[in-house]
């Protein structure tokens, strides 16, 4: 069993910086794909970015350029440094983890969930 708890969200103008952690219980973490999704209200869960146990990384086309996603394994813990924030960056970020290989985009695909954290980019 593994737990994520997502930290570091909160409200910024546009333009802004945010940087998102996610820690993670369990001694197999790196060994797991991590991955940020976020949704809105009314809108499907999206994935937008994630990164391999060998760090390998995945950027949904919105964000490249402007998010970084990396890993620390002796800590754990997950981050999402998001530069240039836009007000369509918008949501709650939620942290994942994939016990399955590559890079899985799909939210079915991921096992573990955190609960959330709210982003909010004023204009």
């Known amino acids: 069993q593994v737990q994520l708890v997502e930290s570091g969200g909160g409200l910024v103008q546009a333009g802004g910086s945010l940087r998102l952690s996610c820690a993670a219980s369990?001694?197999?973490?790196?060994?797991?794909?991590m991955g940020w999704f976020r949704q809105g209200p009314g809108k499907e869960r999206e994935l937008v970015a994630a990164?391999?146990?060998?760090?390998?990384?995945y950027y949904t086309d919105s964000v490249k350029g402007r998010f970084t996603i990396s890993r620390d394994n002796a800590e754990n813990t997950v981050y999402l440094q998001m530069n240039s924030l836009k007000p369509e960056d918008t949501d709650v970020y939620y942290c994942?983890?994939?016990?399955?290989?590559?890079?899985?985009?799909?939210?079915?695909?991921?096992?573990?969930w955190g609960k959330g954290t709210q982003v909010t980019v004023s204009s």
């Open positions: 994942a983890a994939a016990t399955s290989w590559g890079i899985p985009i799909a939210p079915h695909e991921y096992d573990y």
């Open positions: 990164i391999t146990s060998s760090g390998r990384t």
């Open positions: 369990g001694r197999t973490f790196r060994s797991y794909c």
